[in-house]
């Protein structure tokens, strides 16, 4: 029994991963209908972005978790401004193939400078350590992911669910001209809403950095259960995503234990098994 | 009648003439450097290793002499179906005589069928199945630079003997994970220790926290990472971070490669003990190669053990070659010619292939340095033993290869 409760807990770590990055899909999708393969690849940004503010620049995590999504974010606005923009009102399939073809160049040419086996980051000094909760030896580092990236996520919830500006941005998807005839400046926008959801995987990239290796496939290990994860939860579903992203971490945890082997496999096996029940996902509105 | 004769006669001169021209004046050999070229294992073998064959080309000296020789990569994505695919094609359409490195055990074994089929030559470094040179050995099949025996001979045996008699496994699962703990399970019961546990995980895992709570929970004395590459990387990495070690169990890391001590920092890998065949800084000739190797590496990285395995046993192939006046397009032959030479390079040293295709050099037991010891971006290692390789790898008497049963 306490090897449950640690592998839950374990569980809810990785789904700390999945929902910071599922989310930054989803409101990626759910704004600007586009889905971003480019994600990933992204978020390794974040980490390489991080690991180079302290060995060149000595600058430390905490500025790090700061810098390294706005840096990361305005890379994004660029690729919106120059590329993306231009695939508005087309079918979905153009999207993707075209921020695949960026996820494969970016990883491409870090993977020429870095190599495969990466480069390490070290947990900064304030969360060294570990918690003895009885059952299990917690981390704090860890500890501390899951909670800063619960915040996060609620905190982006609130932003696109409750605010004004986040009316705007949901009225702006609905009906683009109508928002525009108010005054509003739409394509601004969408530039800095795909900003957001690129400086979210940025941040996960940073959080994951002292954990993971800091490598240029880090991101396209990752991609393909994160993308499960937003298809179960509901494409576009902002909450859907958050509560599925860290229910699958719990799930895949749990197999970890039970059932090892099927570890890599059992979020595609419960993708299969929504899609043939609800395929709009757990939380999606109808297409 | 007599005019056809004649011409009979003459016919059978030309070809006879023309069969022996082809025989004793083919110069031309094409090498084909298999790897993962981008994947978990690229840094230990993939481009360094076709670096290393192209270095051991242009060191035979044989260009100079005539002979005109080609080398062509490909990735086999850690798949053994692509591996497969590419070395059928290698050798139907490019005719490729000879397939080096093939890390991943997995496509290791497939790709040894395909060659034994083709008839070509096999010059495996990059993978550690004992199988290649025991149940699946081939007469087509030489297996450089290490195995799984060997490892779980040095490495296992001396923790083993130092008092760690309970072992946990995190096992890769799949063929190189499966051999490394079946071999080092057989070392630990044999010096009377016992196996209390263990668990299978998919390879390449970012996240190997759930496994290692359950290895803490066993109470082992030795985890024993039987994994490689980024996958024994992040084990090692996120057992310092669930404080594994400090709670007094200890990490054997039973593969580990140069690459893998750099990407895992010195601060969390230092004291860990392991076995490797090759190390850049053991003496003036490794030094030297590496530092030419070094130089033509966009990483400016050494060799790696397997990429020096790689430089070994081609320059033994081409020198085969050279001992035979030609190239015969016949990879049983080439074998039976690298087998009965004595190996000698700069790298390994002296040695020798058995009939069972296995290469025998020595092996080395190394301890990571400490930050504070280390000199250099790539001084990692000290030497603690040598095991010499009549000990290190599997005797002639316990190989069950067919080979030998002649």
């Known amino acids: ?287 | 009648m007599k005019k056809s004769i004649a011409s009979f006669l003459l016919g059978t001169a030309l070809a006879v003439t023309t069969a022996g021209a082809a025989f004793a004046q083919d110069k031309t050999v094409k090498i084909g450097a298999l790897s993962d070229q981008s994947g978990l294992y690229a840094d230990l073998g993939g481009p360094g290793s076709t670096l290393a064959a192209q270095m051991a080309v242009e060191d035979s000296g044989l260009a100079a002499k005539g002979w005109k020789i080609d080398i062509i990569s490909g990735d086999h994505q850690n798949k053994p179906d692509i591996g497969t695919a590419i070395a059928r094609q290698w050798f139907d359409v490019d005719k490729v005589d000879v397939i080096v490195d093939v890390p991943n055990s997995g496509v290791a074994l497939a790709v040894n069928n395909v060659i034994k089929e083709k008839n070509g030559v096999y010059i495996n470094s990059g993978a550690a199945t004992s199988d290649l040179t025991n149940a699946q050995c081939s007469p087509n099949t030489v297996h450089w630079t290490y195995d799984t025996y060997m490892l779980a001979h040095t490495t296992g045996q001396a923790l083993v003997k130092a008092g760690g008699d309970s072992w946990f496994f995190l096992t890769a699962d799949y063929a190189f994970g499966a051999a490394l703990e079946r071999d080092t399970t057989a070392v630990v019961t044999a010096n009377g220790g016992k196996i209390v546990g263990g668990v299978k995980h998919p390879l390449n895992t970012p996240d190997f926290s759930s496994f290692l709570l359950q290895a803490q929970a066993s109470k082992a004395k030795i985890i024993g990472l039987a994994n490689a590459g980024g996958d024994t990387t992040n084990t090692i990495k996120q057992a310092a971070e669930f404080g594994i070690v400090k709670g007094g169990q200890k990490l054997a890391a039973l593969l580990l490669f140069l690459t893998d001590v750099k990407a895992i920092g010195l601060e969390t890998a230092q004291g860990l003990n392991f076995t490797e065949t090759f190390y850049w800084d053991m003496n003036d000739q490794t030094r030297a190669f590496s530092k030419r190797f070094a130089a033509k590496m966009k990483s400016s990285a050494p060799p790696t053990m397997v990429q020096a395995g790689v430089y070994a046993g081609v320059r033994h192939y081409l020198k085969a070659l050279e001992a035979l006046g030609g190239n015969p397009h016949d990879g049983v032959k080439v074998v039976e010619k690298m087998k009965s030479m004595p190996t000698e390079d700069d790298l390994f040293g002296k040695g020798e292939i058995q009939p069972n295709g296995r290469t025998i050099h020595s092996a080395y037991l190394f301890e990571v340095k400490t930050p504070s010891e280390s000199k250099g971006p790539w001084d990692f290692y000290k030497l603690v033993g040598t095991v010499p390789g009549d000990q290190a790898f599997t005797p002639l008497s316990e190989s069950k290869c067919a080979l030998l049963k002649k």
């Open chain 1, 1 to 287: 029994m306490q090897a449950l409760y640690a592998q839950l807990l374990v569980g809810l770590i990785n789904g700390s991963f999945y929902a910071l990055l599922s989310l930054g899909l989803a409101v990626i999708f759910g704004m600007l209908n586009i889905i971003n393969f480019a994600h990933g690849a992204l978020y390794m940004m974040g980490a390489f972005v991080a690991y180079f503010l302290l060995s060149l620049g000595g600058i430390n995590y905490w500025w790090a978790l700061l810098l390294a999504p706005v840096i990361v974010g305005i890379f994004g606005m660029i690729l919106e401004r120059t590329m993306l923009q231009w695939l508005t009102g087309l079918d979905h399939l153009y999207g993707l193939l075209l921020t695949f073809g960026i996820a494969l160049i970016v990883q491409g040419v870090f993977q020429n400078y870095f190599g495969s086996s990466g480069l390490p980051y070290a947990i900064p000094d304030q969360l060294k350590g570990g918690l003895n909760l009885g059952f299990m030896f917690l981390p704090v580092y860890r500890a501390w992911v899951v909670i800063f990236s619960l915040v996060v996520c609620i905190a982006t919830w609130f932003l696109i669910e409750k605010t004004r500006l986040g009316a705007y941005l949901r009225a702006a998807t609905e009906n683009p001209t109508l928002v525009r005839a108010f005054g509003i400046n739409v394509p601004r926008m969408i530039t800095l809403t795909y900003g957001l959801g690129v400086g979210l995987a940025a941040l996960a990239g940073v959080l994951s950095a002292p954990i993971n290796q800091v490598r240029p496939l880090m991101g396209a290990d990752l991609i393909i259960v994160v993308f499960a994860v937003v298809v179960i939860g509901g494409m576009g579903s902002i909450m859907g995503s958050i509560i599925t992203g860290f229910a699958l971490g719990v799930i895949e945890g749990l197999t970890k234990y039970f059932y090892p082997e099927a570890s890599n496999t059992v979020v595609f096996v419960l993708m299969v098994l929504v899609l043939l029940v609800k395929p709009t996902g757990l939380t999606g509105r109808a297409a």
